[in-house]
């Protein structure tokens, strides 16, 4: 594990290429890759946590990319941020390909020293992408990123996803679009954490105060996340630049109410627990895929029940007693 150890020394030390390797390194499904990235974790776990998590969600089209490029320049420029970009594409879920690819791009922040700007993990066996995107956010923040921000596009799945990774979950909504009706069917609403309407620009600026006025009204009817906290809602253009400051004093003035209310803390180790628990179910697979006794009983039972001499759903609750007893011998 001596290269291991030198490629955390790397990242730590700022070396993007070699951040770029570790964060493939954790999306690898070859055993040996699993065991080194898992000792990379463990090598940089001590200094991981220092960073402000935030998740961007929106529907395709919203200016997700846009506000995260407009935000991420604005930190680095006024507050001497690091800021690391990832992104959780669930079409890659179940293609390689991916909606959000090259317009991740982000042209203007990747120019920047103090930015990385990390495309959604492409489809693998084993982990799914939010467990890759989890990962990737503690390597980021060993390698002294401050503010990591994660794009995702809205679909429900993976606003779930996101809002178990990230302190605070943006919702981008777009001026005009009637979106708030819509997110608020989708159940959307319980994650958030903050709403911005964006292209408020071209003589929609008023519309955009108005749309965000309503919304904050009816949001009023809704429980919140966290006690104390009603749902900012903003308006911003993410292509003009205007409102980036306030979305960022109401990103830092919600990480105070985590912290006054001692939320942040307990939210962080729920964040740990379930990257753990999805490494875990990754390494009982492998371990249940490798068992030589278990396979020889799934043969058997798939051969059975193909035969017709077992009915094909009665077989897996005999198949629960086998394992039952298999374990027991073990024990
Ligand atoms: N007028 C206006 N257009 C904007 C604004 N922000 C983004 N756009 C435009 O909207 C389009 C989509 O912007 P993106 O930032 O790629 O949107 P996205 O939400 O990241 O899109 P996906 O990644 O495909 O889901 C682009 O043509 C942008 O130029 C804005 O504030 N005002
Ligand atoms: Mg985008």
Redesign the pocket.
Known sequence: MEEINLLADKIRNGDRAALSRGITLCESDLALHKSQALFLLDQLYPFTGNSIRIG?S?????????????LGTYSIDRHQKRVAVL?IDPSSEQSSGS??GD??RMEALSTRQDAFIRPSPTKTQLGGVAQQTQTAILLCEAAAYDVIIV?T??VGQSEIAINHMVDVFLL?Q?VGAGDDIQAMKRGVLEWVDMVVF?????G?ETQARVEAANMSKALGLFPSKYAGWSIPVLS?????K?GIEAIWETIISHQLHLNQKEIFKKQREDQLNNLLCSLEAQVLRVFLAQHKKINVLRKENQLNWQAKEVPPFGVLEAFKKQLTKIFLEEE
């Open positions: 961007v929106g529907i395709p089209g919203a200016g997700k990319s846009t506000l995260i490029e407009a992104a909606i959000l317009k991740t794009e596009v809205g981008l777009i964006n292209k408020a620009d071209q929609k911003c253009s993410a292509l003009e205007t």
